[in-house]
């Protein structure tokens, strides 16, 4: 059975920084790419990022690209979400998942194993 545990959320002030957090099981973690996605109140999730298995491909959403950075660790089964300059609109609920392959077959949560944890939430006021 898969399950992910997200967090490192909180509240933080615009132009602060956050670290996300995300600790899989049940999967052979190294085999698949892991993405990022947020869902704010009333809003569809969305897809923020991406990395292919070994780290070799990263994806961003426009709205993140140069703000976010994501990283894995195989060997800990954890994938990462480094957030910089923060934004009042980057506030939302994020959650990971494992990608149905090992490559970024784009941001859409079609692409991507329905097995979501909790979230963790992220505030950020102006």
């Known amino acids: 059975q898969v399950q992910v545990v997200e967090s490192g959320g909180g509240l933080v002030q615009a132009g602060g920084s956050l670290r996300l957090s995300c600790t899989a099981s049940?999967?052979?973690?190294?085999?698949?790419?892991m993405g990022w996605f947020r869902q704010a109140p009333g809003k569809e999730r969305e897809g923020v990022s991406c990395i292919t298995n070994w780290s070799r491909r990263r994806l961003y959403a426009d709205s993140v690209e140069g703000r976010f950075t994501i990283s894995r660790d195989n060997a800990k089964n954890t994938l990462y979400l480094q957030m910089n300059s923060l934004k009042p609109e980057d506030t939302a609920m994020y959650y990971c998942?494992?990608?149905?392959?090992?490559?970024?077959?784009?941001?859409?949560?079609?692409?991507?194993?329905?097995?979501w944890g909790q979230g963790t939430q992220v505030t950020v006021s102006s």
């Open positions: 998942a494992a990608a149905r392959t090992p490559a970024c077959a784009g941001l859409d949560v079609s692409g991507y194993q329905p097995h």
């Open positions: 049940g999967l052979t973690f190294s085999a698949y790419a």
